[in-house]
Structures are given as structure tokens and as C-alpha cells.
């Protein structure tokens, strides 16, 4: 995850120029997951966090699942915002059934 986390840096600094949106959020999910596996520190999820990435998750939640747990994680570790957090949790066990 370390080594990962510096060609994503990398990635985000020298190629961003050549990457389409989807892209960027993309590599910017990989980034929150690098962070959130190797990092006690949740709070550089915070900067790398905005809303165009809250709506692509969300929009992409319907096709791609595992999508939501990262909505979860945000909610649950980072806001620390219980009823977000529960809505998604929510989600996940409509899934199940």
C-alpha cells in the first residue's frame, strides 16, 4: 500500500492533465484506501474528500456495490456522522436480500 500510495501521489501530480474525471476518482479511491489501510491519520481522507467524489460514489453505488463501504467509511471514521453512517449500513443489507 505504501509503494501504491506513491505512484498514486505521483499519478495525481504529473498525469492529471491526461486523466478524464472518472479517472481521477478513481485513483482517488485507491488513494483513500492506501490511506485508510496504512494510516492511523483519517484525516488525510478529508482532504482528499469533496463532493464531486460523494456524488460519484453515490451514482456508481447502484452499479458497483463495494462503492458504498466507502461512503460507509467516511461516514463512520472520518465525519464520525452516525446517522450517515447507518443509512449506508442500511444499503448494504438491502443488498443481502
Do not use: H
Not at 32 to 45: A, Q, V
Not at 65 to 87: H, Q, W
Amino acid at each position: 500500500y505504501l509503494e501504491a500510495r506513491e505512484y498514486i501521489d505521483k499519478i495525481l501530480e504529473e498525469g492529471k492533465e491526461f486523466l478524464s474525471n472518472q479517472d481521477m476518482m478513481t485513483i482517488k479511491l485507491q488513494l483513500i484506501n492506501c490511506i485508510f489501510y496504512t494510516s492511523d491519520d483519517l484525516s488525510e481522507i478529508k482532504e482528499i474528500w469533496n463532493d464531486d467524489l460523494k456524488r460519484y460514489l453515490d451514482m456508481m453505488s447502484s452499479i458497483i456495490p463495494t462503492y458504498i463501504g466507502f461512503n460507509y467509511m467516511y461516514a463512520a471514521l472520518v465525519e464520525k456522522d452516525e446517522v450517515s453512517a447507518i443509512r449506508y449500513l442500511e444499503q448494504f443489507e438491502l443488498l443481502d436480500k
